[in-house]
């Protein structure tokens, strides 16, 4: 029961393009939304969050976008950067300090 | 700050025998959590203690797996015996409380491969 998808396994952009990373869930309950990137060898590391009550969050040059209506969130960076190339991994929450449910990432690789 | 501390970060065992993972949170940091990756998937969490209480083991296989967490710091996560489907990457993460304005913070996690 996969309730958080990432359906794009990688994406390839020019350096100073917009990279586009897109997540889908299937749980209703979810109000709660973050992304990781994850550099080889390293844990993931907290990028940007966004709760249900809203439909936008912006921090420098990563903003993430919820849909819920489609149950749809994507995290725009603009403008992108070869240091961005790194699995990046969306992740759901229901309510404060529940466990969080990870897809199963997108490699972003960025080319100079 | 210092980060999340965890050892060793690689091991290679047999299948059937057992293995220990250690982590050290972030001072200060009530919540800890375990986290297993498999290749190709998302991070899945096996186990989440608030201070030396367990929270959420809901998928940890407790036939083989167990943790703890003596005195609200340090934990240990145990798997005995080990399976060929258990190689996987450990992860281990921590916050300073359950709330949404309290981000995981990981560890570079334990590479454990089951031959």
Known sequence: ?112 | EAGVAQSPRYKIIEKRQSVAFWCNPISGHATLYWYQQILGQGPKLLIQFQNNGVVDDSQLPKDRFSAERLKGVDSTLKIQPAKLEDSAVYLCASSSTQGYNSPLHFGNGTRLTVT
């Open chain 1, 1 to 112: 029961d996969q309730q958080v998808k990432q359906n794009s396994p990688s994406l390839s952009v020019q350096e100073g393009r917009i990279s586009i990373l897109n997540c889908d869930y299937t749980n209703s309950m979810f109000d709660y939304f973050l992304w990781y990137k994850k550099y080889p060898a390293e844990g993931p590391t907290f990028l940007i969050s966004i709760s249900s009550i809203k439909d936008k969050n912006e921090d420098g040059r990563f903003t993430v976008f919820l849909n819920k209506s489609a149950k749809h969130l994507s995290l725009h960076i603009v403008p992108s950067q070869p240091g961005d190339s790194a699995v990046y991994f969306c992740a759901a929450s229901v309510g404060s300090g529940s466990r969080l449910t990870f897809g199963e990432g997108t490699q972003l690789t960025v080319n100079p």
